[in-house]
């Protein structure tokens, strides 16, 4: 049955969330904004400390069966505290979602277990290349096999929690690489590369418009040998065999980037609305919209797309939920959420003025960390082109 | 819990009136823009759906069936995905009917419901928006005061379906102008009542096919019996919200025509040696559309299912008309804008969707879920 309210235990557990983006993550989000690349070891540790995955299921009762949709609420909550924090914290993160993807249960077992104590660590995943982001087909990274081993040569940009997964933690990086350039995309195939491995070298950390908090970094593979059964599934070259497998991974992770822009989206709502509150401005639903002024008609405006993409995401999370294919689904949240987040944010800076552009508030910063949720996880324009596919019903070369 | 499953009722609802809208209603959709009128076969047919008598309660006549806002709302969409005149005709007895069997008193439930109950199709309307640039459901300018044991009602309407027609009209009037929505009330006026004027029938650039008409009220008296609600009066702002989602519900389905007809016409026509489908320019506005038509089928799902709850959905209510009133207007004009020069001829239903679609930001309480 057709039914938008959460349970009563499921908005308790959401609560514990909200308090730590509340009292962990806004304390420290416009220091870790300012000084980029300073690490916020204490809210790692606490983080860490306090919950293995924190963006993962709730154990402690029975809510269970859910998990896409939890891991979208969860995601929110932090968000709304800092969407560069929440990218920062330690967990299995993309790379643990690769393997989940596309591991065998052994390997599993074997890559991520390690998430279950120990000091803080974290796992990346590597797919875009200084010469290929949006068209992944085209990477150029190669995987060559040398008796026991793979040997793994090229260069990966963007990758999220880069240098803490390669470097800084016991952690790992999952790198797509071809092993068969003629095959295309057939021949692209998820490595697990642990950390420190020779030949894997973080070259830099990017400077970033925002999510400053967490670390981008670009990493380079020189003859980098890992064993023969790091290499995520099987080796066999077949139609659509690997790269079905990073795509996969997006039908999971879109809608959590789209609840990642409605977590910022709602942050810049609501200091809007506190500052409206503050200063006696209305909000009067239910009159003739003709009659609004024009602070309250954007605000409406922009709590309305908000609200639009975070159902439009809990749908996607729920249809992978219940054992759906949402590919089209995960897309249409993702499109949205990033645009219409992109855009309340950039409202919100226009509505409060010299207070909105001011970096003694945090709303000038939601504006540039919301921005990436546009772009990252498949831009604006990818996500129309698979929708317009699957609504078309063509193919990729149909339509490109 | 979050589902975004429907049950088998109205799965099964949703199928049936599909089936009739695709069938039956869509191809009699341009003649009855341009005549004027619905053909009475269509509107029996409709009637034997039981669109309206359906969830009326069983001893006066009706199915029993429980009043489900979520079900109101796939039902309005898909009979607006047909022709949005056709849907608001046949849905039109609801406006009193509903009301009526939800906040009426026994008395009159039992004088006013069994005609809508009954085999045939019976015209019934409300009438609630007001000839004024300034309209404002809350701040209403027809007013009903209390003089000497009656009510006597002053005032304009328009938007009126149907009211040429219906022996009853449930007329939405102030009792206390300056208390807003809480102020008003409901009022079953007879056709035939001194004081009341019905206009000639009103002239739209769209919902040419539903007849509607202004009403003037002057010194028009009715009994305290005839108040829906007899002294409690009624939930006015519960009776606004149903009505916004009934025409959230109908945007969805003019919105998803409109993109569907331009959907497979851009799959059809082609230019520079391919499909125009083919190229990103076209390919993303229908990708943008597609978009736009869940997310405000969404919102109105959320609106109704709140209301099924039985919780206050003012603000919801309101932002799934707002949210779809915008969404679908911009899904009209970018499927006129995909057909081109073919989109602005009336052989094509897409410049009737575009008239109909720009209704929705204006209009209110023409149909009720």
């Known amino acids: 049955m057709i039914d938008f309210e959460l349970e009563p235990q499921l908005v308790n557990w959401l609560g514990v969330y909200h308090a730590t983006a509340e009292q962990l993550m806004r304390p420290i989000s416009r220091q870790f904004d300012e000084n980029e690349h300073e690490e916020p070891w204490q809210f790692w540790q606490m983080s860490w400390a306090g919950s293995r995955d924190m963006a993962g299921v709730p154990s402690d009762h029975a809510l269970t069966g859910s998990r896409n949709l939890y891991t979208c609420l969860s995601t929110e909550e932090l968000c709304w505290g800092d969407a560069g924090l929440f990218l920062s914290i330690p967990n299995p993160g993309l790379g643990g979602a690769a393997v989940t993807a596309a591991g065998t249960p052994e390997q599993k077992k074997r890559f991520l277990s390690r998430f279950r104590g120990g000091k803080p660590k974290w796992a990346a995943m590597a797919i875009t290349e200084p010469g290929c982001g949006s068209d992944s087909a085209a990477i150029t990274t190669t995987a060559r096999r040398e008796g026991d081993d793979w040997v793994i040569n090229g260069t990966k940009i963007f990758c999220t929690a880069g240098l803490m997964s390669a470097e800084k933690s016991e952690g790992f990086v999952v790198v797509w690489a071809t092993i068969d350039r003629i095959a295309g995309r057939a021949g692209i195939k998820p490595f697990v590369v642990e950390h420190n491995t020779p030949g894997m070298t973080v070259v830099r950390v990017e400077n970033k418009l925002g999510i400053r908090a967490s670390d981008t970094a670009m990493l380079s593979f020189e003859n980098c040998r890992i064993p023969l059964d790091h290499l995520l599934g099987s080796a066999e070259v077949t139609p659509a065999g690997g790269f079905k497998d990073v795509m996969a991974t997006f039908d999971a992770t879109r809608p959590i980037v789209a609840a990642m822009a409605i977590g910022v989206g709602r942050a810049a709502l609501d200091f809007v609305h506190d500052s409206f509150k503050r200063n006696n401005v209305p909000l009067r639903y239910g009159i003739s919209p003709r009659r609004l002024t024009a602070m309250e008609r954007d605000f409406m405006e922009m709590e309305m797309q908000l609200k639009a993409a975070r159902l439009l995401t809990w749908r996607a999370a729920w249809m992978l939920d219940s054992g759906m294919r949402n590919n089209l689904e995960a897309s249409m949240a993702k499109a949205k959420a990033g645009k219409a987040v992109t855009l309340i944010t950039q409202k919100a800076v226009e509505l409060l003025g010299p207070l909105g552009y001011s970096r003694k508030e945090l709303v000038e910063k939601w504006m540039r960390d919301a921005k990436i949720n546009d772009i990252f996880e498949g831009t604006q324009q990818i996500n129309q082109l698979i929708i317009a596919r699957r609504i078309l019903g063509y193919s990729s070369k149909e339509l490109n | ?369």
């Open chain 2, 1 to 369: 819990m979050i589902s975004f499953d429907l049950n088998d009722e109205q799965k099964m609802a949703r199928e049936t009136v599909a089936a009739f809208a695709v069938e039956q209603i869509r191809p009699a959709a341009r003649i009855a823009d341009e005549s004027g009128s619905i053909p009475a076969d269509l509107l029996a047919k409709a009637w034997e759906l039981g669109l309206v008598r359906g969830c009326l309660p069983e001893n006066i006549g009706g199915y029993g069936d429980p009043r489900i806002a979520v079900t109101g709302a796939i039902v309005a969409e898909e009979l607006a995905y047909g022709d949005l005149s056709f849907a608001l005709h046949a849905m039109a007895p609801r406006l009193l009917a509903f009301p009526v069997a939800e906040m009426g008193t026994e008395l009159q439930c039992s004088r006013f419901l069994p005609p809508l109950a009954a085999d045939n199709f019976v015209a019934a309307t409300a009438a609630l928006m007001e000839p004024s640039f300034d309209f404002d459901p809350s701040e209403m300018k027809t007013t009903a005061q209390w003089v000497s044991g009656e009510y006597v009602i002053t005032g304009a309407k328009c938007y009126v379906p149907l009211a040429a027609e219906s022996e009853v009209i449930l007329v939405c009037a102030t009792t206390n102008p300056g208390l807003g929505l809480p102020g008003v009330e409901a009022f079953l006026v007879r056709r035939d009542s001194p004081g009341l004027k019905i206009s000639g029938r009103e002239k739209n650039m769209g919902l040419r096919g539903l007849a509607s008409f202004e009403l003037t009220f002057e010194q028009c008296r009715v009994g305290p019996e005839d108040r829906v609600g007899g002294e409690h009066g009624i939930d006015f702002s519960r009776l606004l919200s149903e009505t916004r989602v009934g025409m959230a519900a109908m945007a969805v389905g003019v919105a998803r025509a409109a993109f569907e007809y331009s959907r497979d016409y851009a799959k059809e026509r082609k230019a520079f040696g391919g499909p125009i489908a083919t190229k990103q320019a076209i390919a993303f506005m229908l990708a943008d559309m597609a978009i736009e038509v869940d997310a405000m089928r969404l919102l109105t799902w959320e609106a109704a299912s709140w209301l099924d709850k039985g919780n206050d959905a003012l603000k919801e209510s309101y932002q799934a008309r707002n949210y779809a009133a915008a969404a679908a207007l911009a899904v009209a004009d970018n499927a006129v804008q995909i057909l081109g020069g073919h989109g602005y001829i009336r052989e094509h239903p897409v410049e009737m969707w575009l008239r109909n679609a720009r209704g929705f930001g204006v209009l209110e309480g023409l149909t009720i879920v």
